[in-house]
């Protein structure tokens, strides 16, 4: 196993997978934390959809190489919306934000199906819901946007880290403090698109809230202070995405369940501890 | 010049008036309590006040050095989640953002203040204590201690004893009494209690059909303090 692991690694594309699965888990286990704790997890769902839709569209225009362009400003863009719907009455909200993803999927299929020119459509379809059989499909070019990108989220949420608990915490407080809390959630809620779009290439569009949203629970079983959640969050998030990629390569599996596996093998893992520890 | 200065506000919500024709002003050292049956209206006047809602006419002034981002305030209900993980520390350490403001990280006084804070309110011991696992007293004073990180000059409390036990209420006016009388912090207060308002307060805001506002004293003469007072009285009778 260990020969077939090195054999593996001598390409470059597979050291690049690994660097980019690892950032994109760091990334979303972050924000996901927020994003549970405020209910916002939502618009994580509603977004992947939305990218769902807007490479179905990229495919068509085909936009190959530069398909990233035209999804992260669409993809953004409804982030920006979803915001917006989400934050009028509850319930509109939320039906609000059904449409718009389960609207952009239809929509996105349906084009796929009329326009497409591939001999292997149903192949292509599943691949963007589910990920890449394997992520060695990357290109060079995404790799170096991946990682240039995840590294300025990473930016923002060290700055931002102490702001971020104050609106999540209590988002009145927060305002009464002087805090730009609409301004900052338009932050957080392109930062998510950015995220999202990064994380399609990873693991496919249905199975990114899994990203952000495990990792944030399997760390509140256990842990009790936002500062502890976080770190441990961001940890699980990389121990299963590395494992879930090795494993993938090892056995040749589909590299995005496997890390959702791994990610709820974390989570059961968590959950009996803190079960020990009542 | 007041802190804190209402001219012939009206409040509401989506062009309805829940309140309307509010004047008052609050000065540096006083101590103002807001009575008024459920549902007047107190917690949509602080919200107003601290810039979560805007006031549908009148004007809202601040003077003697005090920013509207200086106030601290304790809300009625904080929609904190049972499960959200945060330490006591952490969340009296949040009430210097406004002192922080666009800064991303706490400074050392910043720190040092929060430490005082939760020294002042007694609740050293359960600093590194999970927020959703204290008592809701315990809960109470932590986050009037985070009000306290983000204010030296005036704090506005909605409520703070609903759900308190009558000891742990006491003590709690004694708190709110001492930062009054010790620290020189000016004090709003919402209770629907008008007997704690007479007897805590230097000035009293009455919120309903007919609003008043003057010192305790005149509030005392007032039919509409006398009203209260003989309902009250007959309903413990
Ligand atoms: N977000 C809102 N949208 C519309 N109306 C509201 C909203 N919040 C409160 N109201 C209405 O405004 C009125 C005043 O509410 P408010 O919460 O200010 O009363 P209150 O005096 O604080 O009452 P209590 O003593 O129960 O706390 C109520 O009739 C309430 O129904
Ligand atoms: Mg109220």
């Given amino acids: 196993m260990i020969d077939t692991l090195a054999r593996y690694f001598q390409f470059p594309f597979v050291r690049y997978a690994l660097i980019v699965g690892v950032l994109i888990a760091l990334c979303s286990s972050l924000l996901g934390v927020t994003l549970v704790l405020r209910r916002f997890s939502f618009i994580g769902d509603g977004l992947s959809h939305v990218a769902f839709g807007a490479i179905a569209i990229a495919g068509v225009l ?6 990233m362009l035209f999804v992260m400003p669409v993809t953004v863009l409804s982030a920006v919306l979803l915001l917006r719907t989400g934050k009028n009455t509850k319930i509109k909200g939320d039906s609000a934000v059904a449409m718009i993803s389960v609207g952009a999927m239809a929509l996105g299929y349906l084009i796929m199906n009329v ?17 890449s059989m394997s992520i060695l499909t990357l290109t060079k070019t995404e790799v170096w946007l991946c990682i240039g990108l995840s590294i300025a989220v990473l930016v923002i949420f060290v700055l931002f880290y102490n702001k971020l608990f104050a609106v999540t915490f209590d988002e009145d ?9 609409d301004a900052f959630n338009l932050m957080i809620a392109i930062v998510v698109a950015v995220i999202i779009v990064l994380a399609m290439n990873l693991v496919g569009s249905l199975l990114i809230s899994a990203l952000i949203v495990f990792p944030a629970m399997s760390a509140m079983r256990v842990y009790k202070s936002f500062r502890s959640v976080t770190i441990c969050a961001a940890s699980v998030s990389v121990v299963c995405a590395v494992a879930g990629i090795l494993v993938s390569i090892v056995a040749s599996t589909p590299v995005g369940s496997t890390i959702v596996a791994a990610d709820i093998v974390a989570f059961l893992i968590f959950s009996l501890i803190a079960k020990i520890r009542k | 010049m007041a802190y804190l200065t209402c001219k012939n506000l009206a409040l509401g919500y989506e062009g309805q008036a829940v309140l309307s024709d509010i004047s008052f002003e609050v000065n540096p050292g006083d101590y103002l309590c807001v009575v008024g049956e459920n549902g007047s209206g107190k917690t949509t006047l602080m919200k107003t006040i601290l810039g979560l809602h805007k006031p549908l006419s009148g004007t809202i002034t601040f003077g003697d050095g005090l920013k509207q981002s200086e106030i601290g305030y304790l809300p009625q209900q904080t929609a904190v989640q049972r499960d959200f993980p945060a330490t006591v520390r952490e969340i009296v350490l949040s009430g210097c953002q406004a002192l922080a403001g666009r800064r991303p990280f706490y400074s050392k006084e910043e720190k040092q203040m929060a430490a005082r804070n939760l020294e002042r309110m007694n609740l050293e011991e359960y600093a590194s204590r999970c927020y959703r696992e204290l008592s809701g007293g315990q809960q109470q004073r932590v986050l009037l201690a985070r009000a306290l990180c983000a204010t030296r000059k005036m ?6 004893v609903s759900g308190l036990d009558p000891k742990v209420t006491a003590e709690m006016y004694a708190l709110i009494r001492r930062l009054n009388r010790e620290d020189g912090i000016s004090v709003m207060m919402i209770t629907h209690d008008v007997s704690v308002a007479l007897r805590e307060a230097t ?4 919120a309903g059909e007919n609003v008043f506002f003057g010192t305790r004293e005149d509030y005392l003469c007032s039919p509409l303090a006398r009203r209260f007072l003989i309902q009250e009285g007959g ?3």
């Avoid at chain 1, 497409?116 to 589910?130: I, P, Q």
């Avoid at chain 2, 704090?155 to 703070?160: A, N």
């Fill in chain 1, 115 to 131: 326009f497409s020119t591939s001999t292997n459509l149903s192949g292509d379809v599943c691949s963007t819901l589910f990920g």
């Fill in chain 2, 203 to 206: 000035h009293v805001l009455h």
């Fill in chain 2, 235 to 237: 309903a413990s009778a």
């Fill in chain 1, 62 to 67: 085909h936009l190959a190489e530069a398909r």
């Fill in chain 2, 155 to 160: 704090l506005i409390l909605d409520e703070p």
């Fill in chain 1, 173 to 181: 407080f927060a305002r009464a403090a002087g805090m730009k809390v």
